[in-house]
Every structure is written in structure tokens, then in C-alpha cells.
């Protein structure tokens, strides 16, 4: 086996006891990015030299009999959007491309202090508003189970480098779905903590009241790693939570029975591809059978989830890219006088995607219809938020569908952006109401992966994690892989 083909987990082992060092893993990623990459087109910008320095770094400390921390050496992919110092930072947008941040995001400090060497940046849709990673202002990525899909999104060039073996691990980030969906749609493990439990500081917001960075895995085990890597209080984030960090690992393999599972009436059945019922169904049964208590759960304000997301997404998204003016940083382009400069900068920093929710949000937020969408947008959220928190009084967890239909093709659902927000639909509810779900693949729909969503009380990761563990153990199929018949077949850009 090639180390590009290990989990993280089998990687920290073979480190742990000096077998390999952590510079031959790095190259091994690398070599593995320089022959995939031109043909799925995950990554932005590839950091080789200072990954390489932060593995040779970890070499010298273990020769020096220093203890580290279990995945020093293991290599991770960050999401675009997420700052890097000396790394450029694109967000996939042209109002960023040649911004390289002065300042490094509390996560990837964490990874540095940890020496978890950055291999690169992934692509995305740009500013993470989308959910197929067609709107990057660069170029679209690629699913590898089917190079004419979608991997999903926005974090497609997360998960398209850890399912094809470009990296064990990555960083993505949700704020409605991003890192749940295409993970879904590429046959991984995909955790959105609860909003809090992992600092947002230096992650470029999309709707900062949502924004969550998470991580996205081969596996439930190197999904708890990478997550207790990053997940603890930040001052530098006002939303940030005190609570402890548990040791998610440890918790794995505690059992499954006497959970109370409630499945949710709206996030599966009518209007879902009939495989993805199937998996929820499946799923819900080897569950049943292991001592799970299964009940059917309603959330009656989940209708509202999708115009509440949408309205407050972009109200928030059109406040924060206010920033993009052309003067302190980003694109800038000359004008006339200042209102022409900054409408030439802007013009020409944001795609088509970027421009429609830039001018919803602001529509939202003018005084003559704040009151008609803005603030019942917020009272649904309350409501929505609700409706969990007292299925949680019966309830360990939820289930349901990540979303209707496995990945899409590529140009599907381009220049719909109704077709594109419906594929939300499971996704936005339990980003309004802060809670923590994660995406488990289970099955298969056409060849395609399929995940299935389990949603736990805040903070509770563990139990998600200790679900998505067990469910692997029971999984039809064993690899989850996607065969790379085109390597064979040539063709990369
Ligand atoms: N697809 C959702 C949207 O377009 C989610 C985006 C995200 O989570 N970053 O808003």
C-alpha cells in the first residue's frame, strides 16, 4: 500500500513508531496531487515547500525524543477561505487572487502548533456561496466517481482531494451545507461542529451567524482526530464556546444501544431518489437491531428553513463583502471619482452568483423591506431552532437524507439558483437551529455514494462520530474509494 492510500490514522501509527517520517508522507501527497490533480482540479494553490518544512520540522522534534501531538506529520488540505499567512487566500474569486493574508486563521495555527504539515489551498464556490463548486472564478472541480458531476460544495476541492488520495484530510467549511453535501456526494465522512466549537478567526464569512469550519474524512476515526485537533475556545472569536474538548476518539467504540433515534418525516420519503431512501431506511435498521430505540420525529417549521436560510445568508453575505472596496485590499480598479471606483472594482471582483445574493441581501436590508423578510427570516429561525431543541427532550439524535439526490451533473442546475438552493433542503434547518450534524456515507445510488445525516444536541460530536463509527463497521461495501479509471485513460488539463 502507498502512503497516499493510508488514513490519518494508520499514517499518526506508522510516524508514531519512526517506520516512516513525516517528509517521505508529504511527498507521497504531493507526488499523488501532481499526477490526479490535472484531472479533477481540486486544488487552488499547492503549498509543497512549506508543507515539506512544517514534516521536516516534526522529523527533527521526534529524533529529538519530543512528544507530540498523535497526527504531527499527517498532512491536511484547507478550504480556500480559510487565511493562511504567506499562503494565498483566494476564496476562489477574483476580489482575492492575489491576496496573500498578512495573518494565519486560529485553525491553522492550531495545525502548525499540533505540525500538521498544509499541502494547499482547495477549491470552492466562490466565497463559499454555492453547492457544486461551479462558481469558482477559476475553474470548476471535478466529481471522481464521474468527472461529468458535480463533487458537491462549496468545499468540492476538499473532499476531491481526500477521496482521491491528494490528502488524508481536509478542512472545509458550512455555513448551509458545504461540508455535509459534498462530502455526501464524494463518498467521505463530514462533520459540521456546532456553531462555536471550532473557531471562526480567519475564515472569510460567508454569514458569519452560521459559519462553521469542519473536517472532512475517509473515515469516523480520522474525522475525530482532525476535529479534536481543531475544535476549543478562541478569543479572537466572540461566538466561540468555553466547553472542554472531549476526547472524540476515546468514544468511538462506546455502543450504540439505548440512543434514542428520531427520524425526521421531512428529511427523507416523498421527492427523495429512492436509493437514498433506501440508505436512510438501511442504516436506520442496523441501527434498530443493535439496541437503537427508533421513533419518527416532525419538524414543523422546517418548511421555512430554505427562504429564512436564504434571506439571512444573504442579508449577511451582502453586509460582509462590503469590505471588497477596492481600497485596503482585493482588486481595485480606477474611476472617475470614488463611486465609480468602487462600483469598477467590485464589477469586476465578483461572478454572476456572488452579484445576485450581493444585491438580494442589500434588497433585504433596505428600510422598505427589512420588516418583510429580514425579521420574519430571524423569527423562523427561533422557531426552527425550536422545533430541535424539543426533539431533542426525546431524542439522543436525528436522522434523514444530506440531500435528495446523489451528485449531480456538471451545468445541472447552472444559472437556476431555485434548483441549486432546493438541494439544500436537508442542510440549512440544523445550521439556523447551531447544532451539529455530520454526513455519513452509506450505500450507493447509481454507482454514485450516498451519505446519510445524523443531527446531534450541541456539543454533542461524540455521539455523531460514535454512529458514523459504528455504521462503518456495518457498511455494504468495504471501499469507498473511487476507481481513477482515467489516469489510465489520460486526458488531464
Ligand atoms: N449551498 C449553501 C449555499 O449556497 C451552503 C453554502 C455553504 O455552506 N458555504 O448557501
Redesign the pocket.
Known amino acids: 500500500m502507498e502512503l497516499f492510500e493510508m488514513t490519518a490514522a494508520g499514517l499518526s501509527r506508522l510516524l508514531q513508531t519512526e517506520e516512516i517520517s513525516a517528509v517521505e508522507v508529504v511527498e507521497s501527497f504531493l507526488g499523488r496531487i501532481e499526477k490526479v490533480d490535472p484531472y479533477v482540479k481540486a486544488f487552488i494553490t499547492v503549498s509543497a515547500e512549506q508543507a515539506l518544512q512544517t514534516a521536516a520540522a516534526v522529523d527533527r522534534q521526534r529524533a529529538g525524543g519530543e512528544k507530540l501531538h498523535p497526527l504531527a506529520g499527517v498532512p491536511v488540505a484547507v478550504k480556500d477561505n480559510i487565511c493562511t499567512k504567506g499562503v494565498r487566500t483566494t476564496c476562489a474569486s477574483r476580489a482575492l487572487e492575489n491576496f496573500i493574508p498578512p495573518y494565519e486563521a486560529t485553525v491553522i495555527a492550531a495545525l502548525h502548533r499540533l505540525g500538521l504539515p498544509v499541502l494547499g489551498k482547495t477549491n470552492l464556490d466562490e466565497f463559499?456561496?454555492?453547492?457544486s463548486t461551479e462558481t469558482s472564478a477559476f475553474f470548476i472541480t471535478r466529481n471522481p466517481w464521474d468527472r461529468e458531476r458535480v463533487p458537491g460544495g462549496?468545499s468540492g476541492g476538499s473532499a476531491v482531494a481526500v477521496s482521491t488520495g491528494m490528502a488524508p484530510l481536509a478542512l472545509g467549511?458550512?455555513?448551509?451545507?458545504?461540508i455535509r453535501q459534498p462530502a455526501a456526494f464524494c463518498g467521505l465522512t463530514g462533520l459540521r461542529p456546532t456553531y462555536g466549537r471550532v473557531s471562526r478567526y480567519g475564515m472569510v464569512p460567508?454569514a458569519s451567524s452560521l459559519d462553521q469550519v469542519g473536517p472532512l474524512a475517509m473515515d469516523a476515526t480520522d474525522c475525530a482526530l482532525l476535529q479534536g485537533a481543531i475544535a476549543g475556545y478562541d478569543l479572537l472569536d466572540s461566538t466561540s464556546l468555553p466547553d472542554e474538548v472531549p476526547d472524540y476518539g476515546a468514544q468511538l467504540e462506546k455502543p450504540v444501544s439505548g440512543l434514542r433515534l428520531g427520524i425526521i418525516a421531512e428529511q427523507q420519503g416523498e421527492g427523495f431518489d429512492p436509493e437514498i431512501n433506501s440508505a436512510v431506511t438501511r442504516a436506520v435498521r442496523v441501527l434498530k437491531e443493535n439496541g437503537v430505540i427508533v421513533d419518527e420525529i416532525s419538524l414543523p417549521h422546517q418548511r421555512y428553513a430554505l427562504s429564512a436560510y436564504r434571506s439571512l445568508?444573504s442579508a449577511e453575505f451582502s453586509s460582509s463583502l462590503g469590505r471588497f472596496d477596492g481600497v485596503r485590499y482585493g482588486l481595485s480598479q480606477p474611476g472617475e471619482n470614488i463611486n465609480r471606483m468602487f462600483s469598477q472594482s467590485r464589477g469586476l471582483s465578483f461572478g454572476p452568483a456572488v452579484k445576485g445574493r450581493i444585491l438580494l441581501g442589500t434588497y433585504i436590508l433596505s428600510a422598505a423591506q427589512y420588516e418583510k423578510y429580514y425579521l420574519p427570516a430571524g423569527r423562523a429561525r427561533t422557531l426552527i431552532a425550536r422545533d430541535y431543541s424539543e426533539a431533542f427532550q426525546r431524542f439522543d439524535l436525528l436522522v434523514g437524507a444530506v440531500t435528495a439526490t446523489p451528485a449531480f451533473k456538471i451545468g445541472a442546475k447552472r444559472g437556476d439558483p431555485h434548483q441549486m438552493a432546493l438541494a439544500?433542503l436537508c442542510l440549512v434547518g440544523n445550521a439556523l437551529a447551531g447544532v451539529p450534524s455530520i454526513s455519513v456515507p452509506f450505500g450507493a445510488a447509481g454507482g454514485l455514494p450516498v451519505g446519510v445525516q445524523f443531527t446531534a444536541p450541541p456539543l454533542r460530536e461524540d455521539i455523531l462520530l460514535r454512529v458514523a463509527y459504528f455504521l462503518e463497521q456495518h457498511r455494504e461495501s468495504g471501499t469507498i474509494r473511487p476507481r481513477l479509471s482515467f489516469l489510465e485513460e489520460g486526458g488531464g488539463e
Open positions: 463559499a456561496a454555492g453547492a462549496s467549511s458550512d455555513t448551509g451545507g458545504s460567508l445568508v439544500d
